[in-house]
């Protein structure tokens, strides 16, 4: 007799698309990779436009390349990316060059993309 539960002893399968990773986000999808090169899906959040988009990327893809993409279509006007930093769970990812892996993401995982100089808040 089965349980009903479907997954148990399956092993997750990386060609789908994680709930959390398309919360919220912009129907248009960010690729990175080559044709055939299995990517996962995360979120990047950019708090100063309050707009989120989907990336799909190889774990091998740079947190840079990621950043150059994710600024170019969620804030398109903006030519220095260097004015930005990534975080991922809340610490800045210091070095840019590093893959997604090496940084520990997964898919369904959310970068922020924020501004490296915080603006007061005016009341």
């Not at 260097?82 to 892996?101: H, T």
Request: net charge positive; proline share 8%.
């Amino acid at each position: 007799m089965t349980s009903g539960t479907g997954m148990q002893g399956r092993a997750p399968d990386p060609t789908r698309v994680p709930v959390v990773a398309s919360l919220r986000v912009r129907p248009d999808v960010i690729t990175l990779g080559s044709d055939g090169e299995p990517r996962i899906s995360i979120r990047v959040e950019l708090p100063e436009v309050w707009d989120v988009v989907r990336v799909d990327a190889p774990l091998t893809e740079s947190v840079l390349t990621v950043k150059t993409r994710a600024l170019t279509a969620l804030y398109p006007d903006h030519d220095h990316p260097a004015d930005f930093v990534v975080k991922r769970n809340g610490i800045e990812v210091r070095n840019e060059m590093a893959s997604l892996a090496d940084i520990g993401v997964s898919s369904g995982s959310t970068l922020l993309l924020t501004s490296r100089r915080r603006r007061p808040v005016r009341s």
